[in-house]
Every structure is written in C-alpha cells, then in structure tokens.
C-alpha cells in the first residue's frame, strides 16, 4: 500500500519533467475526525493526480488511511480499492476509456453507476472499459467492467451493456432522438436448500444471468421538452419499468411532470443496487426533510419491486425578482398511496441586501400512518461589500392525531466573508428528549490552492444527502478536520 | 500514524515543488499541450457542443454547478449581471451542470426561470467535472484561448465574483 504511495509521489514530484509536454494537475486532501461517542479516530490523505495532452489522459488517487475506514462514515473498502485509475484516449468523436470510471445508459432504467460523492462516502465506479462515439449523428457506448460488491468486499459482479441513440428528426424548432439501451449482469449465486429438517445446505453457486433492455424516446420543442424511457428484464413475465419527465413552458412559468412505474425490476444481488432508476418523488435540499427514514436509498429495493410515482412541479415568478415553487409527488403500492409530500418555497431577491427564501410542507406515510409538517425560512443578509450573515431556521413536527406529536428543529447561522471563509453556528433539538446537538464550523480559503474546514461539537444521527443521494450517518460528537491542497 | 504524519509532510513539499514549477511555467511561457480536444458535451436540447468551438471566440469561464447546489445558484446568478458586459469583450460563459439523472429533469426549469444567459451543458457523468479534480460544486475556471487552465475557485461566498472580475479585467487589459 505505501509503495504504492511512494511511486505517485514520484510521479507528482517528476511530473514536470517526465510529462514536459503534458498539461497535469494535482491534489491534496489531508481528513481527521475523533468522535468521543464511538471513542475512535480517524485519519487519511488522498492524492490525486491528472496529466493528459490532446489525446491521452491520465488520471490517479491514492486513498491511504490510517486504518480501516469505520463504518458507515467513509467507504469501506478492502485496501485494494484505495488506488483508483482511470486512462482515457480521444480522438474526434471517439473516446476510449480504461480504469475505475462512471457511466449511465439512457436514465439510468437499466444502468446508472454515475454516483460518487465523497462528501457522503458513496462512490459506484466500475472497473472495466467503455468505447464512446460522440458524433452529431450517432451516440453509441459499449462497456464491459466489474461492479464491487460492497457486502462481499470484492468485485464478483460482472457487466456489460452498450446505448446507441441517434437523431431521428433535428431543426431549429424541435428535435427528436431515439435511443436504446442493453445490459447483461453475470454473478455467482450460491444455491441454498432447506431440508425437512429446518437445516439449511449450501451448494456450490451457479453462475446467474440478468439482462435488461430499454427504448428511450427524448424530443425537444420550442415550449418544453418530453422523456420516454421503456425497459424489460429477463427477471420473471411482466417485469418492466416505464420513467416519463416532461418539462412544459407557459409565458415565465414551467411545469415538469414525472412519472415512473416498476415492476419486479430489482436489477440488484446481495443489496447491491445496479441500475439506480430515477423516481418522481421530489429531492429535498433542507436537513431535516431528508432526515425522514422512509427517504434511505436502501429502500429502493423494495421501492422497485411495484412502485408508481407521480411528481408535478410549477415553478412561477409571482413577481419581479421572485420564484415561486410548488410541488406534489406520491408513491403508490399497486393501488394504495403509500407516500405523498406538498411542498411550496417562495424566494424573493428583489431587496437590495436581503435575500429570503420560506418554505412548507408535509410528508405523509400512510402505512405507519405518520406525517411530517416542514417549515423553513432562509434569510441572507448582505452588508458592507464582501460580507454576508445567513441564517436558516428549519422546524418539524412530525406524528398523528392521536399520540403526541414531537417537534425537531435545525438552526443555521453562518457569517462569510468573500475570499476569505466563513464561521458558522449549527444546532439541532428535539422536544421528545429534550436533546441538543450544538456545532461549530470553519471554513477557512488560506489561498487559492489550499482551504480548510474544522467541525467541533455535535451532529445528530441521520441522514445527509447529496443530489438525491441519501446516506445514513450515526451521531457524532468530536472534531473534523479537513484540509485541501489543489493545483 | 506515522506513515500518515511522514505522508503528509513528502505531500505538502511535493506541493510546494509543483507549485513553484507551475509559476515558472507560466513566466517562462513554456508551451503546454491543451485541453481543447479533450471537451464535448451536450447542450439543453441535446446537441453536441465542444469547448474548442468556444475557445476559438476568447478566453472561457467555466463553472461547474448543480440544482441542488445553492452557492453554485448564487454564484451563476452573479455572474450573469456582468454577463453582457463581459461577453461583449469576447469572454464565453459556458455553465456545466453536473445533476446526475435522478435530478437533471430541475435543470431546464431551473435555466428558465432563473434567466440565465450563458451556454449551458451537461456532464450527468461528472466525466469533465473529474477531468479537472473537481469535487464538489461550483468550481470556476478561466481557459486561455490555448485551452490552459488560467484560473481556479473552489466555492461560493457573496463577493467571490469580484476576484473573477478583476482577474478578466486584468486579462483583456493585457490582451
């Protein structure tokens, strides 16, 4: 693992003259957190390097911990994932590419490993080869790679699929593109007998075969534009998924529309999710919204078995300098809603140095039952030339009519400074325990090269999430320290 | 620990090192192989658009940005009040959005209502966003008409435009 280390220090240090020609950048990331809850410590660098020329590009990162990352805080794998490689060629409108890298097929329906967000741990890279062509007439991409396997800490699941899509109809006032897409998944599978005795033998495992096709219409026309995506699976008869989105413009307004329905289309092994499908239900950017544990991604396992998802959104400037959203989803179980939110934010920015921004709305469950009522407000205040003071009041209440409910709140005060950080002042509480957890964060721009971030005190259990990914995160009580060098 | 304090320590002045053979790239103006090549992407309504098409125009602000990002919205929102100003002296704008399919169907709106000016084109993938060790959004580039990375920002605080404004000015100064 040092060696390792060792050779891409060199390579940085040497790159100057081994790559004369080559344009190449670098970075730094140095990570410490103690958390006094868990009682343990954690500390790692990453470096990460990129030298390319016209055609060739060259891309490195090294992650080298201190010890085994710990669990549910950063990914964990085995340390032969800590080196990640990616070798790309171009030339025209062809791209070869070779290493540890990221790609989707259409929406996502049949493959989508496009996820990697090292704020929140989650990286779904796939080990293997992928052949682009780009051109203004065709797009066609052919892969074939092995998924890790985060259960079995290897990578024992291998894939292959392409996407060809091509432009049926293209002019100034509207465009038409159809698309398809393949995907064949091959995994061993151990088979598991019970006898009449309730004992349970494991047989050799079988190789597995899973392959899902899709057909993908997308036009474009001067008032919106319109996503039709169909795929079928080898999975079991009936098994299918269908996922529309349409965006509509009315004068300054706009609708998006969403659909999506699955059918025993659970493309995973062993939890391991491949094809992350989109769904209609709407993607939260506030703390506690999220922190509602219907939201997990893990659910999707289930989620994709027999769901229907409805989600319209009508965005609006009800006056100069505003916007106004609003928004409906839900999500049926064959015939029975089983989630259902409403959310409206009002922004308004016509202010000199205000900006505000308020938001409500509710979450329903109806199977607990259980409900979820939101409330935010988001005030930023400009003042002098480079200052700002933003506070973010977020309250909960969450429960059904006949039990107590329990009120949650999230307060964010943060004063920044251009070019230079911020400090910010972050509490979370709950009347039920009467609980706080109270944090201090520093975000400090040293120079353009290098930023720092301190975190001391306390964080809630729960949710954080990025781009509509969710991933849960115990609670913490200790010091996080960040540190980043870039080149 | 060790490993990781020794680690530290050879990174920092391999750092230090790159650091100062990067400026002397520059004074010295030793010619580097560009990026040019290296860039295409699709617009809003699917079209294939490459970076050397823009390059050709002036030097290209980039910015890396998401619907869910909301300093990557404020910033956007500020650059695009000095938007005319700018692209009349012949700087492209090109906005990369970097939602992935789960919420790439906000970007349009998002465009739409928020006015923005600049060319916008989308990198579900992250495949560009990687190429230039981004991490997380905004990251701000400036690309000189050779395709050269001439200027870097990480983050967004009210006021950060300023620095990007003085740099341009400073740029089509001494054009």
Known sequence: MFKKSIILVFLIFFSNQLFAEWTHSSKLTFDYYYDSVSRSKYTQTKSSLLVQNQQFKFEFSYLLPEQNPPEQSFIDYKSSEYFNYLLSYQYNDLMIRYGKLHTSLGKGLTFNNSINFIDIGVDSNLLGSEISINSNQLNMTVFYGE????????????????ELSTPIIDNDRYSYTLGTTFVDYNFEEPIIQTTTN?????????????????????FYYDFGSLYYEHASTNLSKGSNGHYLSSDLYLQDSTFILQYSHYEQFNLSHDNNIFQLAPTALKTYTYTLPNKVLYRLNVDELYV??????YGISYYTPLIEDSLLEISWSQENDRSETKYSDVYAQFDYMGFDTLELKTGYGVQYFNIVPYNYINIIEDIKWNFYEDYSFNTILEHQKSGRANIARVNRYSMTFMLSKAQLGSISFLREGSDRS????????IDWLIN???????????????QRCIGGVCRAFPEFDGIELGLVYSL | MKKIVASFLVWSLCLVSLSANDLKLSTDNVSVTDYQNLFSLKDLKGRKMD????????????????????PCLQELIAM??????YHSKGVQFIAINIDDVKTQVKVSPVVRMRKFPFLILLDPDQKIFKQFLGD??????????????????????KGDEKKLFAFLDTLLETK
């Open chain 1, 434 to 441: 009467n609980s706080v957890w109270d944090g201090t964060q």
């Open chain 1, 147 to 162: 998924i890790y396997n985060i259960f079995h800490h290897e990578r024992d699941v291998s894939v292959s699929g392409y």
């Open chain 2, 51 to 70: 970076l050397k098409s823009q390059l050709t125009k002036g030097p290209v602000v980039i910015s890396f940005w998401a619907t869910w990002c909301s």
């Open chain 1, 304 to 309: 994709l078995n027999r769901q229907t998802a």
């Open chain 2, 80 to 85: 695009s009040k000095y938007y005319k100003y």
């Open chain 1, 448 to 462: 353009s090269r290098s930023s720092m971030r301190l975190f001391v005190g306390k964080r809630q259990a729960g």
């Open chain 2, 136 to 157: 997380y959004p905004p990251l701000t580039l400036v690309l000189d008409s050779n395709g050269r990375i001439i200027y870097k920002h990480v983050g967004y605080q």
């Open chain 1, 198 to 218: 309730f004992f349970e033998t494991v047989q050799p495992s079988v190789s597995n075969d899973r392959n899902a096709f899709s057909v993908y219409h997308q």
